[in-house]
């Protein structure tokens, strides 16, 4: 049983291109979270999809940065022009269930440089 | 509240020994609550969680303790290993709520040989 997946595992972008990240969730999960963190913290929200929707992205910075689940296929962060900030380790997870106390599975993540 | 870029809090102990992680969580009307293990390089990995109407739960090597009242967390883990060398986060959460998780600061601990 395979869990989440993310790919690629390491991304090098220079300044100013564009950053995608797939995040394939657990078989029978239709949640999914990403969650960014730098060195020595923890991790921080970001944004919470189920299928074809964005239930909560509160914790999405305004500009360049969007988020999708599509109805077939993984759900993809996009950070557009990237900046030397935006370098961090960005982390998916999946759960079966809301509101039961559905327990969020990680994926390994993948850790963006930007040059 | 949430995470600051401080330097990890760090614990090392004995193989053998049992190691305690503390963690104070932020939110008073949180009410569930999750410790994550994260080696280095990897995801965090999920250990054991807590609903707050209990104070105590037991997993294997593992127990958690909720206080609620000083909002602290505890996470034991007996005879530690060395492959329980990692940063531990606790998470916390509203049920019902949110559902985003809320990651305390974490801690590294090191497991001497």
């Known amino acids: 049983n395979a869990g989440v997946m993310q790919n690629p595992r390491h991304l090098v972008r220079r300044r100013g291109q564009e950053a995608r990240l797939r995040c394939s969730p657990m078989k029978g999960h239709s949640h999914v979270y990403w969650y960014r963190q730098l060195p020595e913290e923890g991790l921080k929200f970001m944004v919470y999809?189920?299928?074809?929707?964005?239930?909560?992205e509160s914790g999405m910075p305004k500009e360049r940065f969007s988020a999708e689940f599509p109805k077939e296929g993984p759900s993809i962060l996009r950070i557009q022009q990237v900046v030397r900030g935006d370098s961090a380790a960005y982390f998916c997870?999946?759960?079966?269930?809301?509101?039961?106390?559905?327990?969020?599975?990680f994926g390994p993540g993948t850790r963006l440089l930007v040059l | 509240g949430e995470s600051v870029g401080l330097h990890l809090p760090t614990l090392s102990v004995q193989e053998g020994d049992n190691s305690i992680i503390n963690c104070a969580y932020s939110n008073s009307a949180s009410d569930y609550f999750i410790w994550y293990k994260q080696e280095s390089g990897k995801g965090p990995q999920f250990i054991i969680d807590?609903?707050?109407?209990?104070d105590k739960r037991q997993g294997q090597r593992v127990t958690v303790l909720l206080n609620k009242t000083v909002k602290h967390l505890s996470l034991q883990i007996a005879a530690t290993q060395p492959g329980d060398s990692a940063v531990y986060f606790c998470?916390?959460?509203?049920?019902?709520?949110?559902?985003?998780?809320?990651f305390g600061k974490g801690t590294k601990l090191t497991v001497n040989p």
């Open positions: 999809l189920q299928k074809e929707n964005i239930i909560d």
């Open positions: 998470a916390e959460n509203i049920l019902g709520g949110s559902e985003k998780l809320v």
């Open positions: 807590i609903r707050s109407n209990m």
């Open positions: 997870a999946s759960s079966p269930q809301t509101g039961g106390g559905g327990t969020q599975y």
